[in-house]
């Protein structure tokens, strides 16, 4: 049967595999070039970290590990870059939250408020995506700008590939 539990699932799979599959076509060159004043790696942080603190509840959140003041902020200049691996284990830690707490989700608790929050889970849920949405475009422009490709997305019916594919349309 299908549900807008099962629609949020499916669409935030595909989502998830947008993010990565962007990850995976920045060039080491752009790493640390900055874009808009910070380093295209800060611009994949806030993103990252935006989904982690409010997708589920960002009432009910910490930070990870290596996380400094202001290096979620696009207005904050930050010290020390971090590196692919961090952001890349950071990514699979996001992921495998995001996909633990939408297995546990029913029909009937999307309306509801996670405690502490005002905002019921759906519409926690569609913000992220809207601001996942806008970044990963954002992420999209630097790498078409700077290489002159397209980066993959899968569409609403595009199967998963399972073999080895070009991460670029």
């Given at each position: 049967?299908?549900?807008?539990?099962?629609?949020?699932?499916?669409?935030?799979?595909?989502?998830?595999?947008?993010?990565?599959n962007?990850?995976?076509?920045?060039?080491?060159?752009?790493?640390?070039r900055?874009?808009?004043?910070?380093?295209?790696?800060k611009?994949?942080?806030?993103?990252?970290?935006?989904?982690?603190?409010?997708?589920?509840?960002?009432?009910?959140?910490?930070?990870?590990?290596?996380?400094?003041?202001?290096?979620?902020?696009?207005?904050?200049?930050?010290p020390?870059?971090?590196?692919?691996?961090?952001?890349?284990?950071?990514?699979?830690?996001?992921?495998?939250?995001?996909?633990?707490?939408?297995?546990?989700?029913?029909?009937?608790?999307?309306?509801?408020?996670?405690?502490?929050?005002?905002?019921?889970?759906?519409?926690?849920?569609?913000?992220?995506?809207?601001?996942?949405?806008?970044?990963?475009?954002?992420?999209?422009?630097?790498?078409?700008?700077?290489?002159?490709?397209?980066?993959?997305?899968?569409?609403?019916?595009?199967?998963?590939?399972?073999?080895?594919?070009?991460?670029?349309?």
């Open positions: 049967m299908y549900s807008y539990r099962s629609a949020l699932v499916d669409q935030t799979e595909r989502a998830l595999w947008s993010v990565k962007v990850m995976d076509c920045i060039p080491d060159t752009l790493w640390e900055p874009y808009c004043g910070m380093p295209l790696w611009h994949l942080y806030h993103m990252l970290h935006s989904l982690d603190q409010w997708f589920i509840n960002p009432e009910v959140y910490t930070d990870p590990p290596f996380h400094l003041p202001g290096l979620n902020d696009l207005d904050t200049p930050s020390t870059p971090l590196s692919r691996q961090t952001l890349e284990d950071y990514f699979e830690t996001v992921a495998n939250k995001i996909r633990g707490y939408l297995a546990s989700l029913r029909e009937e608790d999307l309306l509801c408020c996670p405690p502490h929050s005002g905002d019921s889970r759906f519409l926690l849920i569609l913000a992220q995506h809207r601001h996942l949405h806008t970044h990963l475009g954002v992420l999209m422009g630097f790498i078409i700008a700077e290489t002159g490709k397209w980066p993959r997305v899968l569409g609403l019916r595009d199967a998963f590939p399972t073999q080895t594919y070009d991460p670029f349309f």
